[in-house]
């Protein structure tokens, strides 16, 4: 009697699951052809296509996207678990542009912002979508980027984000993580976060020297970033030394003072080295803490993330850059075996600046 009522309850239990498995991967054909999960989510692909051409020319990974990904961040950024400071994912960053692109760690925020306003307005998205969707977009343009997702549904921004919530590149790694975690990051989450800054560049750290980049591939989303950071820095790239940069080890290259410091502290070292030529490690801990940082704040969305575009995969190995190898790397992390890396054959060589910055 006992096991007739049990299995009753494990049959039911089964179909009910199956039928929420059914409803999850049920399909919508939209007019214009495209397979999406939600109908709600056909209005999406005409506005992808208008923001690819629009604000990325066509679907590159240039200065426009680096840009839109660091706008996704700071937008997000200023929220707390505990309550008491902005909307999060919000576009707060985009409505209330005046009193947020003011802020000192926003310095540079204004081009983006100035960039995306006109495009946010003609797709009728709310700003939170609107940025969100653009930072995925922009994201997938860089080859080895993985698929970010893209929730749909943001209520409008009430409020700008408070001041002094976005980590500077002056700041303490204690200071650093503490605000992370403030906003529901573990340091784990925060260095996968920072993989980020293998598309980034510099305007505003040496204003002598835009479009600054911070790895000699800032057009592939690779791990060359966790790699160049580490390695004996000799030289300023710009205008000597600038508050916010450290020593770098090539010429045209910057490098964050506060990357050096989390690549160097032993709460955030060997996560750090980790990253390092595994790439599909890199991935799938930057695409987890991204979607995370996507949605802060916000609820009941809706998953579009299929009208995000398929980056094209990055499969090599990374390489030092040439003249260097492994003793010009600083380890702080030697309980873990570092990774054996060929190097680039040929002289230093000098990074180009991002054009367009
Ligand atoms: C410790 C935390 C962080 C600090 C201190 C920091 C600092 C900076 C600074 C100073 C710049 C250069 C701005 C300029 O001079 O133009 C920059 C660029 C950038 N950051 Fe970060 N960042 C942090 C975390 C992040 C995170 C979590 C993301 C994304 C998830 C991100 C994405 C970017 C991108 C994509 C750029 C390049 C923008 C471009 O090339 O136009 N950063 N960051």
Redesign the pocket.
């Known amino acids: 009697m006992a096991f007739a009522r049990l299995s009753t309850i494990v049959s039911i239990a089964l179909v009910a699951s199956q039928t929420a498995n059914a409803a999850l991967t049920k399909r919508v054909t939209c007019a214009s052809g495209h397979v999406t999960a939600n109908a709600a989510c056909c209005a999406l692909f005409p506005i992808v296509d208008q923001i690819q051409k629009d604000l990325f020319d066509g679907g590159e990974c240039g ?1 426009e996207a ?2 839109a ?2 706008l ?2 700071h937008d997000a ?1 200023g929220f707390s678990i505990y309550g008491g400071k902005g909307g999060g994912a919000d576009g707060s960053i985009l409505a209330f542009n005046e009193t947020e692109t003011a802020f000192h ?1 926003n ?2 925020i204004d081009d ?1 912002v100035a960039r995306q306003f006109p495009v946010f307005l003609e797709t009728k998205l709310s700003a939170g979508d609107f940025v969100h969707l653009a930072g995925a977009i922009g994201t997938a343009n860089c080859a080895g980027a993985p698929r970010l997702q893209f929730k749909f549904g943001r209520p409008p921004p009430k409020a700008a984000a408070p001041d002094l919530t ?4 002056t ?1 303490s790694v204690t200071k ?1 993580l503490a605000r ?1 975690a403030d906003a529901g990051f573990s340091p784990q989450e ?1 260095v996968a ?2 993989a ?2 293998t ?7 040496d204003t002598t020297i ?2 600054t ?2 790895d000699s591939t ?1 057009s592939t989303f690779d791990t060359q970033v966790f790699l160049e950071v580490l390695l004996k820095g000799n030289l300023f790239p710009g205008n000597g030394s600038q508050v ?1 940069e450290v020593l770098s080890p090539l010429h045209g290259e ?1 490098r ?1 003072q ?2 050096f410091a ?1 690549s160097q502290d032993r709460r955030t070292a060997c996560f750090w080295q980790q990253m390092i030529n595994n790439q599909n490690f890199m991935m799938s801990q930057f695409k987890a803490a ?1 979607a995370k ?1 996507q949605v802060l704040g916000q609820r009941n969305l809706i998953d579009c993330s299929d009208v995000v575009p398929i980056p094209k995969p990055f499969t090599s190995a990374i390489k030092f850059p040439a003249s260097f190898s492994k003793k010009d790397v600083q380890i702080a992390c030697p309980q873990l075996a570092f990774p054996s890396l060929a190097t680039v054959a040929g002289p230093a060589p000098t990074i180009p600046p ?1 054009p367009g ?1």
Request: no cysteine; charged share 15%.
């Open positions: 200065e680096h840009s990904l660091r996704v961040f950024i760690a310095g540079g983006i976005i980590p500077e590149p700041d650093i992370f925060a976060l920072l980020s800054h598309i980034a560049a510099a305007d505003e750290v835009p479009g980049p911070f800032v916010g910057m964050l506060s990357d989390i991204m940082l991002v910055s």
